[in-house]
């Protein structure tokens, strides 16, 4: 069984700092990894994708993986509480490359 | 440009009831994906259509589930004799052919009573 495991929160941080999400996959072959932003009620936004090994910056978000340890975060600087919300890692499936495999969300409490 | 649109946004219905649900995807997005969401939990994936190609139906959770896709247009997931375990928010997304960037529509809320 194909998994992607987050910790399900709440994070909780202050205004203006750094949240840092973090995911861990068990397919060795995937491939493509997505950030998605779900808010209550709302369906995912894709915010982040990244493929290759390293940082990918796109305005106060960093995506960053490391294929060899299986792992993949998300940092959103100068945090905001509209930045609240439930982030959801997806990988995508070594065998069905178009499948991706979601995690269950981390859940991100940006306080004023 | 427009983004993924589903029909109808909420759907209350009885237990043995069969429901329809429409997605129609993204102009130009030639592969379309069916996801369920059980409340609180991540997506669990249905089917996968992209152009004239054999559908991937590996995801669909019993016969009672079916999807069709007319060429790379709409499609409808159809659940026949729903049962309260159906109750989910049923969400299509679109994407690229090749490009496994997806984005998803509002999805539709099932409520089997």
């Known amino acids: 069984q194909k998994e992607v495991e987050q910790n399900s929160g709440p994070l909780s941080v202050p205004e203006g700092a750094i949240a840092s999400l973090n995911c861990t996959y068990s397919d060795r072959g995937s491939q493509s990894f997505f950030w998605y932003r779900q808010y209550s009620g709302k369906s995912p936004e894709l915010i982040m994708f990244i493929y290759s090994n390293g940082d990918k910056e796109d305005g106060r978000f960093t995506a960053q993986l490391n294929k060899a340890s299986q792992y993949v975060s998300l940092l959103i600087r100068d945090s905001q509480p509209s930045d609240s919300a439930t982030y959801l890692c997806a990988v995508n499936n070594e065998d069905s490359s178009y499948k991706l495999i979601f995690g269950s969300g981390t859940r991100l409490l940006v306080r004023p | 440009g427009a983004g993924v649109s589903q029909s109808p946004s909420n759907k209350v219905t009885e237990k043995g009831k069969d429901v329809e649900l429409r997605c129609d995807p993204i102009s130009g997005h030639t592969a379309l994906y069916w996801y369920r969401q059980r409340l609180g939990q991540g997506l669990e994936f249905l089917i996968y259509f992209q152009g004239n190609s054999a559908p991937d139906k590996s995801g669909l959770p019993s016969d009672r589930f079916s999807a069709e896709r007319t060429g790379e247009s709409v499609s409808t997931l159809t659940i026949q004799r729903t049962q309260q375990e159906d109750s989910a928010v049923y969400l299509c997304?679109?994407?690229?052919?090749?490009?496994?960037?997806?984005?998803f529509g509002p999805g539709t809320r099932l409520t089997v009573t």
């Open positions: 997304a679109s994407s690229l052919a090749g490009i496994y960037e997806q984005y």
